[in-house]
């Protein structure tokens, strides 16, 4: 499957990517050769080495992944499975589009082209093992117990342990926790993870802020922009994610009293499994002042237009303007069974728009884009961003509960949602001229 290869440019401090003939990868955007795979392709030479890069990860031992695929033996009854989900994108799950827009972002699993057609061509060939001697080393993984941010300055647990059936449907539930937190503590680096043992029925999870928001902080920029008692995304865990660092001098403020919410989607296993989700937080020193302040809102919400007729395809649109200059760090799309596919637009003050990117969706899948530190869009003050959201409300669905029902907003799963998770951090003027004269520079010396 031939894709285009994206350039890039720079207008305002955002990255502007403009298609040409070529191929991309899914690797941090990098420009690749399609190419045809190798001729003699094999296990342990070929295919071995983007197992382990893209799909060992989650495909290993302990782990919700529906089989291992650590060893030849593992793999080898798989091999044509494997070819049909790669070859259709549907594996390794990564939903951005790669034709448009930004294609830099931190841990992104997917495959190149050639990737692809590597595995399909050993796939067709039987699958051969090839030379025991080429296997490269099998990769270390991190210890699942391990805080990977480094040691907490406080763990929240839900409030009580979560019994998952060895068979049950799968399960959405809210838990919300106490912080326990005394006094006010600015953010500085998080991490979410199932209980002990229980990794293999929490498909992912999603950790909120609560906490009470008043005026003044709000005009300090020491909070979301939102109303009292305001709910704001804290991070996400799935598996082969091991925590959020906050960018250098920026922070999220934690308020004493705050509570979290933890939002779980369980899979059963086939074994009764107890799980306690936590989350851990670590701070900065006690009297540390950010020069900024981390924000991550439901926002561009299309909520109050949702109209989804009965077998139809809808489109929505939201909103937002940013007052001040702005870097964005994440994206995420956020829809319920049948969303299908978010684009988000920087519309600059000048009147002219540039995509930062169009990404499928999956219900099962709530998947968190980080753009690569050097790929982060910078926004000017008075950016509107404008998202573009997409619903599937017919047959040729397959999570689309029930075609025949025209569906509006609603809290529940069969309801419908629109709107983009987005992180990022209000820039002073000039630090945002300087960042953008960086970029400038550092991209014109790479061309």
């Excluded at 941090?28 to 060992?56: D, E, F």
Aim: charged letters at 25%; one cysteine or more; proline letters at 6%.
């Amino acid at each position: 499957m031939n894709a285009r290869s994206i350039g890039v440019g720079v207008l305002g401090g955002l990255v502007v990517l403009v298609a040409a003939d070529s191929s991309v990868s899914g690797d941090g955007g990098q420009a690749r050769s399609a190419g045809s795979a190798p001729s003699a392709v094999t296990y342990t030479r070929h295919v071995a080495p983007i197992l382990q890069r893209s799909c060992q990860t989650c495909h290993r031992p302990g782990t919700n992944a529906p089989m291992s695929l650590m060893t030849y033996e593992d793999v080898r009854p798989w091999a044509r499975a494997i070819k049909a989900r790669t070859t259709a994108r549907i594996m390794p799950p990564w939903h951005i589009e790669r034709n448009v827009g930004i294609q830099q972002f931190k841990d992104d699993p997917s495959l190149t082209d050639e990737e692809i057609a590597t595995i399909a061509a050993w796939s067709d060939a039987g699958a051969p093992r090839g030379d025991s001697g080429d296997l490269p080393a099998a990769p270390v993984f991190p210890d699942d117990e391990a805080w990977h941010i480094g040691k907490p300055d406080l763990i929240v647990e839900i409030p009580k342990a979560h019994v998952v059936p060895a068979n049950a449907a799968d399960l959405w539930i809210d838990y919300i926790a106490d912080s326990g937190l005394t006094e006010d503590r600015y953010l500085q680096a998080v991490e979410a993870k199932p209980g002990p043992g229980a990794r293999a029925v929490v498909h992912h999870l999603l950790t909120y802020l609560i906490q009470e928001v008043d005026e003044d902080e709000v005009l300090s920029g020491r909070l979301d922009d939102r109303g009292t008692n305001a709910e704001s995304f804290l991070n996400e865990f799935a598996v082969g994610k091991n925590g959020d660092f906050l960018p250098d001098g920026t922070a999220k403020l934690v308020k004493a009293g705050a509570k979290i919410r933890f939002n779980l989607h369980y899979h059963a296993s086939g074994k009764e499994t107890v799980d306690r989700t936590r989350v851990a937080l670590k701070f900065y020193p006690k009297g540390y002042l950010p020069k900024y302040h981390q924000i991550s809102l439901q926002i561009a919400n299309a909520h109050p237009d949702l109209d989804i007729p009965a077998n139809t395809l809808s489109r929505h649109d939201g909103y937002y303007r940013f007052s001040k200059p702005a870097r964005v760090t994440a994206l995420q799309p956020h829809m319920h069974n049948r969303g299908k596919r978010m684009c988000v637009e920087a519309i600059l003050p000048s009147g002219r728009a540039e995509m930062l990117n169009c990404m499928g969706f999956e219900f099962n899948w709530h998947k968190v884009y980080n753009y690569a530190d050097d790929s982060t869009p910078l926004l000017p003050a008075g950016t509107m961003l404008h998202t573009i959201l997409w619903h599937d409300n017919t047959a040729s669905n397959r999570s689309n509960p029930d075609p025949r029902n025209w569906v509006g907003y609603g809290q529940r799963t069969i309801d419908e949602m629109a709107f983009a998770w987005v992180t990022w951090t209000y820039l002073e003027e000039a630090d945002y001229k300087k960042m953008v004269s960086e970029r400038d520079k550092r991209r014109a010396s790479e061309r």
